[in-house]
């Protein structure tokens, strides 16, 4: 694959997070609104981009062995990532508490919002229907190994698995069901969830673009708070994932997946997963938006340096 492609795809979604931040000179970007956008991206965009995947893909032994293999590796790497965010955190004399929030930070990525629209983009909708699934092992990774971090007594709770239970992964066990059986969708819903699910990398770039005037604005944590997540998310984590996947063999499919998958910034939903657990959440939303921007220049790095160790 050129990397030339991920340039230009990187490019079109800079210039998306730029207008999203212009828009919110002329309209402002409050909480109604936030959740608006929010429940169509999630609820509707990306849903229909695991479903046209599905449509537009042969679903057979061959393909569900691919899926099985990014979904556990998903799961692995994500742990790993965390696991090494942490020791790193520690190592640098973070309190017990920063460094658990660290650890999320530096090993999920945003596969959701920026991952799925972005290997759409490169590898078209098989690529986005692997994405999904890659996304689908870092939702069960945060909503399990996540959650068990933040809270102060190790446990998992029924409140915590039902985060499991959401649109996209609805979307993506019914889509299943419908490739296995063989069914063709009518032409109209075809072509009613392409459609649709062309709206998942403008809205959700512009989302995060909306979110950058108002913390700017903040008080932004200590330098070594910010620094470490950013180089382990952005620079150590995908080397360290291209480095293990070339000491197996996995389908070409699944490790140009992996590759740009691993190279996200940090995760959407790291304010929201430190509200709720009692984390600090403004950390984790202006960790969210400063990776997101210095991901530009480092996401076509990574990929290109992925592809080229495993040539």
Known sequence: MEISTVVSSIAVMAAMIVIGALLTRTVPFTVERRQLLMAIIINVAMPCIIFHGIFQTKVDQAFL?????????????????????????????????????????????????????????????????????????????????????????????????????????????????????????????????????????????????????ALIKKKTPAIGHISMPLVLKLCIFPISCALLLKVVSFPVEVVQTIIVQTAMPSMTLASILFARYSADEEYGATMTVFSTLLSIPTIPLMTAFGFYLLQ
Not at 78 to 86: A, D, I, P, Q, R
Not at 165 to 192: D, E, K, Q, R, T
């Open 65 to 213: 062995t691919l899926v099985l293999i990014t979904f556990v590796c998903s799961i692995i790497l994500n742990s790993l990532g965390v696991g090494l965010g942490f020791l790193a955190a520690r190592a640098a004399r973070m309190t017990p508490d920063k460094a658990r929030e660290i650890a999320l930070l530096s090993g999920l990525g945003n596969t959701g919002f920026i991952g799925i629209p972005l290997c759409a983009a490169l590898f078209g909708p098989k690529g986005a229907l692997l994405a999904a699934i890659f996304d689908a092992g870092l939702d069960f990774t945060i909503w399990t190994l996540g959650v068990m971090i933040l809270q102060p007594h190790v446990r998992i709770s029924l409140r915590s698995l039902r985060e499991l239970v959401n649109i996209p992964m609805i979307a993506i066990f019914v889509g299943m069901i419908i490739a296995v059986l063989n069914l063709s969708p009518p032409p109209v819903v075809a072509h009613l969830t392409e459609s649709l699910a062309n709206l998942a990398s403008p809205l959700a770039m512009m989302y995060i673009g909306m979110l950058i005037p």
